[in-house]
């Protein structure tokens, strides 16, 4: 009740000190006479009670519950006290301007009627001292009052939606603003390192091919000289372009959720809590990015279509993933329907080998779950890998990177695909990183044939080449394709990703892959990964999963599962979530029908 009270604006407190001076105006005059009353004292002070407490409390509930009550008490009383005292018919008139104020939708054409007609009618009955068009113009001049003051409140209403709308909106359009700078700054500096790195390398290589050309031991030297000078050159730019980055990249996952959280709190009016659960470790660009666009579009959507006051958001830092859970306490929607920006935040989601998850019911808010695999280096494991690029330079300095990370070992380096699948047969890697043109053998054979011999070696072509042909062709065998100018980081927490068992496209090259596609291959580029042998169904069911579809389908409720299992509310509408996402319903019915029929109950 109080945070209720709380959200009250001007127009609520000018009614109930209204209704707190005339029900307090009643009780001191019925005290005054109480002598000429036919009704015990107490009895019609308590009954004055009610026609102030009772009424005022259904409003908090539902205003048809209030129409009545007011008609019933309030209307009750006027009629009592106009029998005796026939002065005091102007009882009826507060609470005609109450219910004229306090109506809506098609209510008018029941309660106008009774309020300004049926009531006066029975007090006139009641005593015929009363002049009939006195009270009916009396009492119809308050309903008029009354109405328009309801129309002053739904004018104001609309106002402060229209206001808080458009506060959200500007606040979508700046984060949006400043993701797309910071994607089209990232897209710009990547474009540039590709170029002006394959130019580098290509005056570099070039020189190298000379030295045999080179009789004189100065021509040797002034060679030497020339090609430490594009080297140092190459390293000045690709210094240049990463100083392009955004400051805001630099900053941890949770500082920049809290900030993007503060921000919306602050346009939008409304509360949001955040809580970052776990010790933060430090996430890839893409990750981050994808968690902040999942951040924004949640927080949006709860306060436009959800009509939200409060929102919780929680950042779990686990040990194999990282989670975003936004929890609002709108009015939620019966029959979900992912919209453009819901889906995009799947896509972007998908594309790390993670899920994005919407959990929503009529009455009981909205939950958004993003989940992303966490790449993290594993003292036990370690991850061989064999180097093929057809250019020395890229093959020492890929060397330098990924040896500098504990679980990653380089075990062999090759210049073509010929030399690659030598190394695959007598090394047997974890994963090759895998150039594309290359001289005696491409990257494109190569994968074909290493992937023929050894199918459990994982392939990720690496190329300076945004070529989508050669993209798809390659990916029907290979297990991932990135570009060159991909960040160390992003590069060793990708080949982590792949050597579990995922798969990764660069962004810029899926968007490219995807545009101008049939839907059906589409959906073909954004299929989630196959289902391990260790699944104990075809859905992929956890246990936990299987025990609340278990429980759902004893008609139980998501609080009762969570006492019986010692979860907490919002953990169980999450393992909720993710049971209607692997067996692909959108609620708890169509999820018990497909459970019995697939034989999973």
């Not at 006051?309 to 859970?325: G, M, Y």
């Not at 993003?370 to 036990?380: I, N, T």
């Not at 989508?468 to 960040?487: C, P, Q």
């Amino acid at each position: 009740m109080l945070d209720v009270v709380k959200q009250w604006a001007w127009y609520d407190w000018v009614m109930f000190f209204l209704r707190l001076i005339v029900c307090f105006s009643l009780t001191v005059t019925t005290v005054k006479f109480g002598e000429y009353l036919t009704l015990p004292l107490w009895m019609v002070i308590l009954w004055e009670m009610m026609v102030f407490s009772v009424p005022w409390i259904c409003l908090m509930l539902s205003y048809r519950y209030y129409l009545i009550a007011e008609m019933l008490l309030f209307g009750g009383l006027s009629i009592y006290l106009t029998s005796m005292f026939p002065e005091a018919y102007i009882t009826l008139l507060m609470p005609a301007f109450l219910i004229a104020a306090n109506s809506a939708e098609k209510s008018y054409r029941w309660a106008a009627p009774i309020t300004i007609v049926f009531l006066p009618l029975l007090i006139v009955l009641f005593s015929r001292e009363i002049d009939v068009f006195v009270i009916f113009s009396q009492v119809g001049l308050a309903y008029a009052i009354g109405f328009a003051f309801h129309l002053l409140i739904v004018n104001h209403r609309q106002n402060e939606i229209i206001r808080k709308q458009n506060s959200v909106l500007e606040q979508y359009l700046t984060q949006i603003e400043r993701v797309t700078l910071l994607e089209e700054r990232d897209r710009l500096s990547k474009d540039l390192h590709d170029t002006m790195g394959h130019s580098y390398v290509s005056i570099i290589m070039g020189m190298e091919t000379l030295r045999q050309d080179i009789a004189s031991q100065e021509g040797l030297q002034k060679l030497e000289s020339l090609l430490q000078l594009a080297r140092k050159g190459m390293k000045e730019v690709r210094g240049y372009l990463h100083q392009m980055g955004s400051p805001q990249e630099t900053l941890p996952l949770g500082h920049s959720l809290r900030q993007l959280a503060e921000e919306f709190q602050t346009h939008a009016k409304v509360n949001v809590r955040f809580r970052a659960i776990g010790e933060e470790y430090p996430v890839g660009k893409q990750v981050k990015m994808t968690l902040f666009r999942c951040l924004q579009e949640s927080l949006t959507n709860a306060v436009r279509h959800g009509h939200a006051t409060d929102i919780v958001v929680s950042l779990h830092f686990e040990q194999q993933q990282t989670r975003l859970e936004v929890q609002d306490n709108g009015h939620g929607v019966e029959n979900w329907e992912d919209g453009f920006g819901i889906t995009t935040m799947k896509e972007r989601a998908a594309h790390l080998q993670g899920r994005v998850s919407v959990f929503s019911e009529w009455g009981e808010g909205t939950l958004v779950t993003c989940l992303v695999p966490r790449m993290v280096e594993s003292a036990d494991e370690i991850i061989r890998l064999v180097i093929v690029d057809d250019h020395s330079f890229i093959r020492e300095s890929l060397r330098s990177i990924l040896e500098g990370q504990r679980d990653l070992r380089v075990v062999g380096l090759a210049e073509d695909g010929a030399q690659a699948v030598e190394l695959c047969e007598e090394l047997e890697p974890d994963l090759v990183l895998m150039d594309l043109e290359m001289p005696n053998m491409d990257g494109i054979t190569a994968t074909k044939r290493i992937k023929e011999k050894w199918p459990g070696i994982r392939i990720l072509v690496l190329s300076t080449f945004q070529d989508t042909e050669k993209a798809k062709e390659i990916m029907r065998s290979a297990d991932g394709y990135l570009l060159k100018s991909i960040e160390s980081r992003e590069l060793a927490e990708t080949i982590r990703l792949v050597h579990r068992g995922g798969t990764m496209i660069a962004q810029d090259l899926f968007h490219k892959m995807l545009d101008g596609q049939p839907v059906s291959e589409q959906e073909d580029l954004l299929v989630a990964p196959k289902l391990s042998e260790k699944d104990e169904n075809a859905y992929g069911l956890t246990k936990r999963e299987q025990e609340i579809l278990q429980m759902l389908s004893q008609g139980m409720r998501y609080k009762t599962i969570a006492s019986k299992l010692y979860l907490s509310d919002g953990t169980v509408r999450n393992y909720a979530s993710a049971l209607y996402d692997k067996l692909g319903v959108r609620n708890r019915d169509d999820a018990v029908q497909k459970g019995k029929m697939e034989g999973l109950l």
